[in-house]
């Protein structure tokens, strides 16, 4: 990836608004954030559609009720919400809808917008993935009518600290105050991103059982944004795909998980991505490196049994098994059991035809008389 790109600001946010996850965009008012995705839509090539709730009913986001009545059976009557005519001028797609003042929602249209963010409907209508959505809003206290989001409206999006996109802004002004080409160099996803989505999934998965701390949020204060949860979890699995096809994670994981599950649980994320680069599981499993268990390197091995599981997942082969085995055992007897253990199960279990050498046999057994049993 071009260094020009990974370091333009705002970056985070335009990618995941093309990966479908619901972004919402917190800054200061004159900081250039509606024309900025105004300029974007066009480099994209794709209609630009605006909305301000504060100027909607809430009939008008979750759709008019109207009565469909049949005359011959009246059980087959039923009642339709029907949506306004552009958000059904939306379902032809190739469009960037931007919901702006977020804030100036009260607590009755936060849930009619937070199905649109979340699940991309309105009334009945699903609109396509070519369909992009991005929220903005100015803090709550500077925000005429502002309205403290709800935490399970926080909780299914992404929060987007933004930064003035100064450079964009001059190209604008220097063409005269005409910003629809200032931002047309950001990255597109390609079309095969979704296939990074599994195995972010299973590292998200396996840093979860790890830590069972970072599940959920237990308790919820008011100046909270991104917030631990099953769903952001999930969210931030999809989003660091998209990042992964870009050749960006290691540019924006630690953005996008502060954004989504909190600064705590980025912690222990980035640590996490930043321990497996200790070794390359890769390299360890063709036998090309040497793992070193010693005392001095427990922090940063802690993290290799997951990254030797996503490595199998990727590509298994019975050396490939036998050399994860030893070095798993290996961790086991060295004060790392509670991390070795729970991989080497999956590995049995995953592979039930794996044979593990004979010699590893009987070190096996005994750390399952450890823990009572590794099934």
Known sequence: MDSKIMNKVNLTAIVLVQAGIAVLCWGGFGVAKTEFFRALAKGLGLEYLAVIPSQMNEDDIAGIPHAVIDKTNLSNSEVRMVPLAMWKAMMKGNCLLCVDEFTTADERKQAPLMRLLQERKIGDLQFPDSVLIVALTNPVE??????????????????HQWKLPFDDWCKGMMAGGDWSNANTDYPVLPENWKDYIPQ???TICRLCMK?????????????????????????????????????????????VATGLVGDNAAGILTKYLAGRKLYDPADVLDGK??????????????????????????????????????????MAENNLLDCAAPALREIKNKHPKFKMPAKAVSRYREIAKMIGGVK
Do not use: F
């Not at 500077?142 to 929060?159: C, D, F, Q, S, W």
């Not at 100046?223 to 699995?237: C, Q, V």
């Open 142 to 159: 500077i925000t005429a009518g502002g309205t403290e989001l709800a935490p399970p409206v926080k909780n299914r999006m992404y929060h």
């Open 200 to 202: 972010w999934c299973a």
């Open 211 to 255: 830590h069972p701390e970072i599940r959920e949020t237990v308790e919820v204060t008011g100046d909270e944004y991104g917030m631990p949860t099953l769903r952001t979890w999930h969210k931030t699995a999809v989003a660091l795909a998209a990042c992964d096809s870009l050749g960006l994670v290691d540019t924006l994981q630690h953005e």
């Open 289 to 330: 490196i040497n793992v070193e268990i010693s005392d001095d390197h427990i922090d940063q091995l802690i993290y290799l049994p997951m990254a030797l599981l996503e490595e199998l997942d990727r590509k298994a082969s019975n050396d490939r098994l036998t050399v994860a085995t030893e070095i798993l055992i290996d």
